[in-house]
C-alpha cells in the first residue's frame, strides 16, 4: 500500500533533475542531450507546474469536501508577471532547484529572464488583484479569481526617437505552461435576439432569445500560497465559436461564409483595453465584460448546484467581489438566471444578489465612472436592460418614500442617466445591490463621501467603508530583492516575517546598528549595481552608483504629474548649469528614472514621454552637467522591469495632485524596499505617513482641503519665476520641438494649470532639496532608509485580505491538512 506521502512528487536533487529531462523529452520534444536555455526553461516550468497541480488538486478536494464559503474575485484585469521564481518561492523548493539545475549546466535566473510577463491589465486596479490573490493563497482561504484571457495583453511600449509606439503583445506566441487548458470546462454565452414571454406552470415567464452564441473555455492557472500547501484557482475565460445552434447556416450552402462567422466569436477576448480611466462606451468592451461574468456565474452557480438546491443557502456559500464597475453585469446576470432559469420571485432573488455582492471602488473622479448608452445594452443584452430598468423602478420608489420628491437628487442617484443619450451607470447599479461598497485608502472614503457617492453615502451611510491597498511582500521583496530579504531575515532572527509582515517593525530597534546600516546599504548598492547596468544596455546611458536613484515609474497620466518630475529636473539642470565650479562640488549627484506607459489615444501622456526624451537628450550629453545629473526613460515598464528598478531605487516619487489618486500601491513596494518616498499627502501615501513618521519622508505640496480654493482663485495665483522660466525653456525650444510641445505647454498656463503644477513647485523643489540634505548624511539616510522598511507592515496585502475575509466577504480560512 501507498502512503499519501509516497505518492507526492519528490524534491530531491536527483529527482528534479530526472523531471526536468523527462520534460525535455517527452513535452518539449528535444534531446536530453541538447537543449537550449529557453527548452530548459520550458522543461523546467513544466516540471514546476506539476507540483504546482498537485496541490491545487489537493486544495480543491480539501475545500470541495468541507464547502465552506468562497469568495469569488471578478476582475476584468490581472497583471501577473512572471510565474516561475514566484512559484518556487511559494513552494519552498527554489534552492532544490537552483541545484538541480546547476547539476544539469544551468542558472536558475538565467532561465528565469526566459519568461515573459503575463500582462492582463492595465496598472494599479490590476496588479492590486495579483497581490490579492498571492495572500488569499497564502492565507489558506477558499477563493477564485475568474478573469479573461486575452490573447494580447496589455500594449509593448516601443520608444522611436523619443516618441512612443505601441506594439501587440502576442503574449502566447511560445506557449504558456503556466496555465491549464480545460476543453471540457465550457459554457455557452449568448448575445442579442429578442426577449419573448412564455407560459411556465400557468406563470408568465421572459424567455431570451438569443442572436448570437459564443463558448466560453476555462484556462486555469494555480496560484500557490507561500509557507502552505494550499493553491488557489485563478480561471481566465477564452472565447471560442459554439457549435450548437448554429447548424442552420451550414444548410444554406455558405459554408466558408459561415466558418469565417464564426471565428469572429474569437475576437471577444482577443484584447485588453489599453485605457485606464476613460471608458468609451465600445460594443466590444461590453461583450468581454458580459462574456466573462456570464461564464464565471455559470461556473459559480454549478458548484453551488452540486451540494445545494435552495437558493437562499446561496448568500451562505457565495461571495462576489466585484473589482471595480467592470464586473457590475454580474448583478443582473445573477437576478436574470434567478428569475428566469431557476425561477424565484422578483424579491427573494434581488435579497439574495444583494446579501452576496460587495463592490469596490478604484476611482476618484466623478467624471471617470463608467456609463452604457441604454441602446448599445439593450441590443447587446435585452433582457439585462428590461432588468436594469425593474431594479432602478423599484429603487426610485423606495427613494422618494425617503427623501420625498427631490428630483434632482433623484435624477442625479438613479441607475438610467437621462439626456439625449441615456446611459447606465453602472457605478450606481453596483451600488444600489452591493451590500458593501469598499474605497482603497482612507482619504479615498473621505472622497467618496464628499465628492464622488455623496448621495449614496448619505443614505446608506453604513454601507461605505474603506480597505486599504496592500501589496505582497513575497513577491516585492522575497522575489524581487534576495539580499534584502535575507538580510531582514538574519537581523530579525526569523523568516516568519514572510508570512507575518508585522514582524518588520522589529528592525526599527536597529535603526541606528553601523553594522545593519552597513550590510543595508551594501545590499541596496548590489541591487543599484544590477540598475545601472540594465539601464546602460538599454540606452547606453553610464550612470555613477553613488548618485542618488530617484525614480518615478507609473501610468502616464497628467494628475500623476510626471510633467512636474521633469520640469523638475530641468530646473536643477539649469542651476547646474549656472553654478561656479566651487558650487558644483556640492551638488548631490542625482540619476532621475521615470518609466511608464501613456494610453495610445492619451495624446498629452504620450508628450510627456517625448518631452522627457528631449531633456534627457540634452542633459545626459552636457559636458557641464556630467555625473551630477542624468535623466533616464525607462521603456515598456511593466511587472518585471518593476521587480528589477524598485529595489534599486534610493527615492521614489508619488507627487499626484491632492485628492486624485484613490490610493496608489507602487508606494507600498518602494517602501517595502527601503526606498524613500518623496510625495504629496495624497491616497495611500497619508497612511504611509502615520505609520512611518512625516520626518522620514519628503512631503510636499497642496493639501486636500486647499485644493478647491486654490482652483477657484485659477489665474490669479501667480506661478513662481522658477517655474516660469522652465516652461518657457520649453516652450522656446531649448530642447526641440517646441511646436509639438506648445499644447503640452499650454496646459500649465496659470488659468488652465488644473494640477496646480505651478503652485506646488515652490514646494517640491524644497522637497527635492531636504531629500539632497538627507542623502549627504548617508548614516541618517540609512536609517530612514531602515525605519521605512520597518513601518511597511501596514501595507502587505495580506492584512488587506483579512480585512476583505472578516468584514466584507465573511470567510474562514480553510487549510488543507497535509
Ligand atoms: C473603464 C476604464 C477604466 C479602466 C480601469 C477605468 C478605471 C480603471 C481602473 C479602476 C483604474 C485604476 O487602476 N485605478 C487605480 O487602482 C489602484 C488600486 O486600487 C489604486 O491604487 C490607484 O490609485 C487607482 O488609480
Known amino acids: ?161 523619443g516618441f512612443q509606439l505601441e506594439q501587440p503583445d502576442y503574449w502566447l506566441n511560445f506557449g504558456n505552461p503556466w496555465e491549464i487548458e480545460r476543453v471540457h470546462v465550457s459554457y455557452s454565452v449568448k448575445f442579442y435576439g429578442t426577449v419573448e414571454e412564455e407560459d411556465l406552470d400557468g406563470e408568465r ?30 480561471r481566465l475565460w477564452a472565447a471560442k465559436p459554439s457549435d450548437k445552434y448554429d447548424m442552420e447556416s451550414y444548410n444554406t450552402g455558405d459554408y466558408i461564409n459561415a466558418i469565417m462567422n464564426r471565428q469572429k466569436a474569437e475576437t471577444i477576448s482577443n484584447v485588453l483595453y489599453p485605457d485606464d480611466r476613460s471608458y468609451q462606451g465600445k460594443e466590444l468592451r461590453l461583450k468581454q465584460q ?81 456609463k452604457v448608452p ?124 514572510i508570512r507575518n509582515v508585522d514582524l518588520l517593525g522589529g528592525l ?25 547596468e540594465y539601464i546602460e544596455t538599454l540606452s547606453g546611458v553610464k550612470v555613477s552608483l553613488d548618485a542618488m536613484f530617484d525614480v518615478q515609474v507609473k501610468r502616464i497620466h497628467e494628475y500623476k504629474r510626471q510633467l512636474l518630475n521633469i520640469l523638475g529636473v530641468i530646473h536643477r539642470f539649469d542651476c547646474i548649469k549656472n553654478m561656479s565650479a566651487s558650487d558644483k562640488g556640492k551638488v548631490v549627484p542625482r540619476v532621475c528614472i521615470i518609466g511608464g506607459k501613456a494610453a495610445p489615444g492619451y495624446d498629452i501622456a504620450k508628450k510627456i514621454i517625448k518631452l522627457c526624451h528631449a531633456v534627457a537628450d540634452k542633459i545626459n550629453n552636457d559636458a557641464d552637467v556630467g555625473d551630477l545629473l542624468k535623466l533616464v526613460f525607462i521603456p515598456d515598464y511593466n511587472v518585471s522591469v518593476a521587480e528589477l528598478v524598485i529595489p534599486g531605487s534610493d527615492l521614489s516619487q508619488h507627487i499626484s495632485t491632492a485628492g486624485h489618486e484613490a490610493s496608489g500601491t507602487g508606494s507600498m513596494k518602494f517602501l517595502m524596499n527601503g526606498c524613500l518616498l518623496l510625495a504629496t499627502a495624497d491616497g495611500s501615501t497619508v497612511e504611509i505617513m502615520e505609520e512611518v513618521g512625516a520626518e522620514n519622508m519628503f512631503i510636499f505640496g497642496a493639501k486636500l482641503d486647499e485644493i478647491p480654493a486654490l482652483r477657484e482663485k485659477g489665474a490669479s495665483l501667480k506661478a513662481p519665476l522658477q517655474f516660469a522660466r522652465v516652461v518657457r525653456m520649453v516652450r522656446d525650444g531649448y530642447f526641440g520641438f517646441e511646436d509639438y510641445f506648445k499644447s503640452l505647454c499650454d496646459t500649465l498656463e496659470e488659468e488652465k494649470d488644473f494640477y496646480l503644477l505651478g503652485y506646488d513647485f515652490t514646494s517640491y523643489l524644497e522637497a527635492q532639496a531636504a531629500a539632497d540634505r538627507a542623502f549627504v548624511d548617508q548614516e541618517k539616510w540609512t536609517q530612514m532608509s531602515i525605519l521605512s522598511t520597518a513601518g511597511a507592515g501596514k501595507f502587505s496585502s495580506d492584512r488587506t485580505i483579512e480585512e476583505y475575509a472578516k468584514h466584507t466577504w465573511g470567510i474562514e480560512p480553510c487549510k488543507c491538512p497535509f
Open 374 to 497: 441604454v441602446d448599445l445594452l439593450g441590443h447587446l443584452l435585452p433582457r439585462h436592460l428590461q432588468i436594469i430598468y425593474e431594479i432602478n423602478y423599484k429603487f426610485m420608489e423606495e427613494l422618494k418614500k425617503i427623501i420625498g420628491q427631490d428630483y434632482d437628487r433623484l435624477s442625479r442617484m438613479s441607475i438610467i442617466e437621462e439626456g439625449a443619450v441615456k446611459n447606465v451607470r453602472v457605478a450606481n447599479l453596483s451600488i444600489v445591490c452591493s451590500h458593501t461598497v469598499n474605497g482603497v485608502s482612507k482619504v479615498h472614503l473621505q472622497l467618496l463621501k464628499e465628492r464622488v457617492f455623496k448621495d449614496f453615502c448619505e443614505l446608506w451611510p453604513q454601507k461605505f467603508h474603506y480597505k486599504t491597498n496592500g501589496v505582497t511582500q513575497r513577491r516585492w521583496v522575497v522575489v524581487s530583492n534576495p539580499n534584502l530579504c535575507s538580510l531582514i531575515s538574519k537581523w530579525l532572527g526569523t523568516e516568519s516575517w
Open 290 to 370: 458580459y462574456f466573462f461574468v456570464s461564464a464565471s456565474l455559470q461556473d459559480i452557480i454549478r458548484r453551488f448546484k452540486d451540494n445545494h438546491q435552495n437558493f437562499d443557502e446561496l448568500p451562505d456559500k457565495v461571495a462576489l467581489q466585484i473589482n471595480d464597475t467592470h464586473p457590475a453585469l454580474a448583478i443582473v446576470e445573477l437576478m436574470r438566471m434567478l428569475l428566469d432559469e431557476e425561477h424565484l420571485d422578483w424579491n427573494r432573488a434581488f435579497e439574495i444578489t444583494c446579501k452576496i455582492f460587495s463592490f469596490t471602488t478604484h476611482t476618484v473622479e466623478p467624471g471617470g465612472l463608467e
Open 1 to 161: 500500500m501507498f502512503g499519501l506521502m509516497d505518492v507526492f512528487l519528490k524534491n530531491d536533487s536527483v529527482s528534479l533533475q530526472k523531471d526536468i529531462l523527462d520534460h525535455v523529452e517527452y513535452t518539449v520534444a528535444r534531446s536530453r542531450f541538447s537543449f537550449d536555455d529557453f527548452e530548459a526553461y520550458q522543461a523546467l516550468s513544466h516540471s514546476i507546474r506539476d507540483r504546482l497541480i498537485e496541490r491545487w488538486h489537493d486544495t480543491h478536494l480539501y475545500v470541495k469536501k468541507q464547502d465552506p464559503k468562497r469568495v469569488y474575485f471578478l476582475s476584468l484585469e490581472f497583471l501577473m508577471g512572471r510565474s516561475m521564481t514566484n512559484s518556487v518561492i511559494n513552494l519552498g523548493i527554489r534552492d532544490q532547484y537552483a541545484d538541480a539545475l546547476n547539476q544539469l549546466g544551468f542558472e536558475f535566473e538565467v532561465l528565469a529572464e526566459q519568461e515573459g510577463d503575463a500582462a492582463l491589465g492595465n496598472g494599479g486596479l490590476a496588479r492590486l488583484s495579483a497581490c490579492l490573490m498571492d495572500s488569499l493563497a497564502t492565507l489558506d482561504y477558499p477563493a477564485w479569481g475568474y478573469g479573461l484571457r486575452y490573447q494580447y495583453g496589455l500594449f509593448r511600449q516601443i520608444i522611436l526617437d
Open 508 to 532: 526599527r530597534q536597529y535603526a541606528t546598528d553601523p553594522d545593519l546600516q552597513r550590510e543595508w546599504k551594501m545590499a541596496k548598492k548590489v541591487n543599484k549595481l544590477r540598475l545601472a
Open 205 to 234: 415567464t421572459k424567455v431570451w432569445i438569443p442572436g448570437e452564441t459564443v463558448e466560453a473555455v476555462a484556462y486555469d492557472n494555480p496560484i500557490p500560497g507561500y509557507g502552505t500547501r494550499s493553491a488557489l484557482n485563478l
